[in-house]
Nanobody, 114 residues
Framework: QVQLVESGGGLVQPGGSLRLACAASGSSFSIREMGWYRQAPGKQREWVARIFSGGSTYYAGVVKGRFTISRDNAKKTVYLQMNSLKPEDTAVYYC????????WGQGTQVTVSS
């Protein structure tokens, strides 16, 4: 099995920034395609960003231009730079393959509020 550990969340004011990290461990894990997901209270988990080994990236429209996904294959880590955060970005953020193919980690809480 593969274990995913998300980190970097916190409480920030609207307009603030956070950088999330997703560290993967376990044999036979491929980082060629990874993504970030989020789940707000009372809502379904939604996809927000993905990245392939070739470097191409895709974003949900609501975060495009504000979020940037990147990866460090040597470190088996995927990042999500989040800028210009809005209250509606408040959610627990998770990483996984696209589509998801391993168990979900605990996620990291992002709260955007004054």
């Amino acid at each position: 099995q593969v274990q995913l550990v998300e980190s970097g969340g916190g409480l920030v004011q609207p307009g603030g920034s956070l950088r999330l990290a997703c560290a993967a461990s376990g044999s036979s894990f491929s980082i060629r395609e990874m993504g970030w997901y989020r789940q707000a209270p009372g809502k379904q988990r939604e996809w927000v960003a993905r990245i392939f080994s070739g470097g191409s990236t895709y974003y949900a429209g609501v975060v495009k231009g504000r979020f940037t996904i990147s990866r460090d294959n040597a470190k088996k880590t995927v990042y999500l730079q989040m800028n210009s955060l809005k209250p509606e970005d408040t959610a627990v953020y998770y990483c996984n393959g696209v589509p998801p193919y391993t168990s979900w980690g605990q996620g990291t809480q992002v709260t955007v509020s004054s």
